[in-house]
T-cell receptor, first 112, second 116 residues
């Protein structure tokens, strides 16, 4: 059974810092990994999707890497801003592509 | 392009009642999946529909059911509500490409159900 772990559970940083969020998964036979952002009381916003054949994906100040062999992914946020404050979730497919197993998330607070 | 639309956004029910939630996927998306989010269990997969057929089901009791219509819109139903059903119910749609999904899911804002 696939298990996804995210460390740390919470993180508070001053504005402008570069930071790294970690995601690990137990079954390396995945064909993609997706990072999401969730604001309080809201739905999930897709940030990045990394296919298993890729090592990393970039979107603006976000960069996500994937190492299937070690069962790890990292989300790098450059020059953090207060607007980045949210919960960040990673997810991998279990069974079908649409049946995702989620980590419990990292709650990020960026202080002005 | 409109995103995934879920209705209603908020609702309050009492134990024993039933509830129906609706989801309209992004135009052109044929796959719809449902998730339950609670503080204790996090995000858990409920079921997935593609071309009006349930493709996968998560580990939830039979009180949880769903369906998909020919226009890809989907509904989920929870019967005989229990206090533990209080949660944010999220719907996601997925694009298809050449008959196979790219795997990327796009979520709606969710329906927050409170059971009293």
């Amino acid at each position: 059974k696939q298990e996804v772990t995210q460390i740390p559970a919470a993180l508070s940083v001053p504005e402008g810092e570069n930071l790294v969020l970690n995601c690990s998964f137990t079954d390396s036979a995945i064909y993609n990994l997706q990072w999401f952002r969730q604001d309080p009381g809201k739905g999930l916003t897709s940030l990045l999707l990394i296919q298993s054949s890729q090592r990393e994906q970039t979107s603006g100040r976000l960069n996500a890497s994937l190492d299937k062999s070690s069962g790890r992914s990292t989300l790098y946020i450059a020059a953090s801003q207060p607007g980045d404050s949210a919960t960040y979730l990673c997810a991998v497919p279990s069974g079908s592509a649409r049946q995702l197993t989620f980590g419990s998330g990292t709650q990020l607070t960026v202080l002005p | 392009k409109a995103g995934v639309t879920q209705t209603p956004r908020y609702l309050i029910k009492t134990r024993g009642q039933q509830v129906t939630l609706s989801c309209s996927p992004i135009s052109g998306h044929r796959s719809v999946s449902w998730y339950q989010q609670t503080p204790g269990q996090g995000l858990q997969f409920l079921f997935e529909y593609f071309s009006e057929t349930q493709r996968n089901k998560g580990n939830f009791p039979g009180r949880f059911s769903g369906r998909q219509f020919s226009n890809s819109r989907s509904e989920m139903n929870v019967s005989t509500l229990e206090l533990g059903d209080s949660a944010l119910y999220l719907c996601a749609s997925s694009p298809t490409s050449g008959g196979a999904s790219t795997g990327e899911l796009f979520f709606g804002e969710g329906s927050r159900l409170t059971v009293l």
